[in-house]
């Protein structure tokens, strides 16, 4: 999901389908659409984001580090490991800070290499 603009968000419970439209800046995680850079190579998009994980909260990754954290809480709320957006945006945050992301993205590069 961006975060420089309103989302819209379809969900469908028990056959019922119901839409909002997620407004990034009713969670403290707006950023203007200027932060993003030009395109990025794979290999710059891998710093980017392991910058992200590790708690990296300098202007530089200010869009990437909210979108991370809109993503997540979405996820989280939808998913029921949350009853609210804003409480997964508490969990993002916090998981950030305690680096669980970059320590999982570890853990699954350590099962790919060899002896």
Known sequence: MPVHRGSFVF???NGEIDSFILKPEEYGLY???AKLNKP???EE?????TAVLAGDESADTE????????NAALRYYLFGYCAAIEEGVQAAEKQLKEKAGLEALERWKASFTRP
């Not at 869009?63 to 809109?70: F, G, L, P, S």
């Open 11 to 13: 969900t469908i419970k």
């Open 31 to 33: 950023a203007e659409e």
């Open 40 to 42: 990025l190579s794979a």
């Open 45 to 49: 998009q891998a710093e980017k984001i």
């Open 63 to 70: 869009y990437e580090r909210k979108q991370v954290i809109m």
